[in-house]
């Protein structure tokens, strides 16, 4: 057993390993891997070891990413690429140790579950801020930047993070939970601080250009529009022009938004696609017909942790598609990816994992949640976010962190 005094350090280093770890996240790929090093051997010293690891088998929604974490283990049996089997268990290992590493620690997580996402919102403004200062001088001439806005990360997973800071935000503001820090700032000001901040974060996310974080801000405004006109009692009028406000910042940003226009003359185009067009939309819808095909071939067992790739790369040299086989592109739907890779019993799986968040907010209204899962379940259809490392550390992050603490009876299990 650990002394009192050598428990209180391990516990109050790892909680600043953690905070240092949310803070990075945004920023250096490369810090994450020590940092979580540097956990597991704190964690390890922290006694109870054998409890803290039997912490995450006694949960039931703890122990899924572990299991689908083992699922991929299993598909290194038969999979033909092993180098590439290797590496990608090596980038889902998050998926693993983050479950062990927040469910053996909930106690301390528990206590300081807030610290730790405003710490998340907090370095997303530095690196919102500082993408914003660098991109002023095209604000003026386009409104579509994408990658012109990337400093830090791609801006999928840019608008992603940035989505759940106003997601983290909202949260707060609809719980009253508005701290005043130091008696300096007052829980009014601070209120209008936050909703400012949720402002210039709706205005990163527009300027990312992502149709996944742009789709997910819609969706997001719509939860968050539903929970504040159940919870307040205001008259039907305004409930009206609620409405309308919002319907109007749709078409906006659909008309605005190139990728939007693009996406939405290819759905009313009748002619056939053009396999030989460098036009990623209808590429990416080859792509995804072709995955599906290849499921329906592998159905139950996928084709192996390493192989997807390369059996895509093998359909696209057979039906043609130069673009997509040039791009070595993967079927931009974790779903998907998943279920070739390992059959359908991990893509229900991975169902599963996204839609118990959800399931849990709605049961107990808890609209942090209800957002986290909707992110997920958004960017899944339209990245494989497991592919990267930012898609994973963010998942298996903060899926451990709400899933494993207690924080208010709304987030009880």
């Given amino acids: 057993m650990v002394n009192q005094k050598i428990a209180a350090f391990l516990s109050k280093t790892q909680y600043c390993i953690l905070l240092l770890l949310l803070f990075l996240m945004p920023f250096s790929r490369q810090a994450i891997p020590p940092l979580i090093i540097a956990w597991i051997i704190v964690w390890s010293f922290n006694g109870n070891l054998r409890e803290n690891i039997l912490a995450v088998f006694k949960s039931k929604i703890g122990i899924l990413p572990v299991l689908f974490y083992f699922l991929h283990v299993i598909g290194m049996f038969y999979t033909s690429n092993q180098p590439e089997g290797r590496f990608d268990l090596e980038v889902k290992l998050s998926l693993f140790l983050f479950p062990l590493l927040m469910f053996g620690s909930a106690s301390f997580i528990k206590e300081k579950l807030h610290s730790f996402l405003w710490c998340f919102v907090i370095s997303n403004f530095v690196s919102s801020l500082i993408s914003f200062v660098v991109v002023i001088p095209k604000i003026s001439s386009q409104y579509y930047l994408y990658n012109d806005f990337t400093m830090f990360l791609h801006p999928t997973y840019g608008a992603m993070y940035v989505l759940f800071s106003i997601s983290i935000l909202v949260y707060f503001l609809f719980e009253n939970k508005i701290p005043a820090w130091k008696n300096n700032i007052s829980a009014s000001l601070m209120k209008w601080l936050m909703l400012s901040l949720i402002a210039f974060f709706s205005v990163i996310v527009f300027l990312y250009s992502s149709r996944a974080g742009l789709i997910t801000g819609i969706a997001i405004l719509f939860v968050s529009a539903a929970f504040f006109l159940y919870r307040k009692k205001i008259n039907l009028f305004i409930k009206i022009l609620t409405i309308i406000g919002i319907l109007s910042i749709i078409v906006f940003i659909v008309n605005q938004n190139r990728r939007f226009v693009i996406f939405s003359k290819f759905l009313q185009s009748n002619s056939e696609v053009n396999y030989q067009v460098n036009e990623n939309v209808s590429v990416r819808y080859m792509v995804v017909v072709e995955t599906i095909n290849l499921i329906q071939e592998n159905f139950w067992t996928g084709v192996g ?107 009880n299990y």
């Fill in 305 to 411: 942790t390493g192989d997807v790739k390369d059996v895509l790369v093998e359909r696209y040299k057979l039906k043609g598609f130069k673009e997509a086989e040039k791009q070595n592109m993967n079927p931009h739907n974790q779903f998907l990816e998943t279920t070739l890779g390992l059959g359908i019993i991990s893509g229900l799986l991975l169902l599963v994992l996204t839609m118990m968040p959800l399931a849990a907010g709605i049961k107990h209204g808890n609209i942090l949640l209800i957002f986290f899962s909707i992110i997920i379940i958004v960017n899944f259809t339209f990245e494989c976010m497991f592919d990267t490392q930012a898609g994973v550390i963010f998942f298996a992050i903060f899926y451990s962190l709400l899933s494993s603490v207690k924080a208010t009876p709304k987030i």
